[in-house]
């Protein structure tokens, strides 16, 4: 009987889904760095979800911001000893509930307050400093230049409307 040996992709996949699972869980006992660490490694995947779901790439950030807000707010909820945990896909169905509120608002309904205080919340949340961020070819080294990175990602997305004929 021959013993199958895990490939290496499938090594990676359940060391990055331990790696998940211990962050959510530092993270719902309350652990800064442990959230920090989770936003700097999930924030990209999640945003792409977001984009892609959304008809307007810039609401993508800030269904981001409320998806990380709302992961440090449950994440105590969600952790239940060693019970077999995939943080990935908790963080999937939140966005994608994110993202399905935002489809069902009226057109034209205004986000700016609720936006505003989100985004305030996740800077006080993530707190200053450092935190390497891989993000395809580009790496960041601050918080901040990640969230400006998908406000320029949103902004390049955003469809181009023509000038407005004058007169």
Known sequence: ???????????TAITTKDHL??????????ERPAF??????L???????????????????????S???????????HRNGDRPFDALAWLTAITAGRVS?????P????????????????RDLLGPGRALIRTGNRAFVRIDDLDD?????ADLAAPRRPPRALG
């Open 1 to 11: 009987m021959l013993d199958t040996i895990p490939s290496a992709s499938m090594s």
């Open 21 to 30: 699972g211990r962050l959510v869980a530092g993270t719902a006992a309350g």
């Open 36 to 41: 920090r660490c989770l936003y700097a490694f």
């Open 43 to 65: 924030a990209m995947p999640v945003w792409r979800i977001a984009a892609h779901g959304l008809p307007e790439a810039a609401h993508a950030s800030a269904v981001t911001r």
């Open 67 to 77: 998806t990380f807000v709302e992961v440090w707010h449950l994440a105590r909820y």
């Open 101 to 105: 509120d935002r489809m069902r608002l």
């Open 107 to 122: 057109a034209g309904a205004g986000t700016g307050d609720h936006d505003a205080h989100t985004r305030r919340e996740l």
């Open 149 to 153: 990175a998908l406000t320029a990602i």
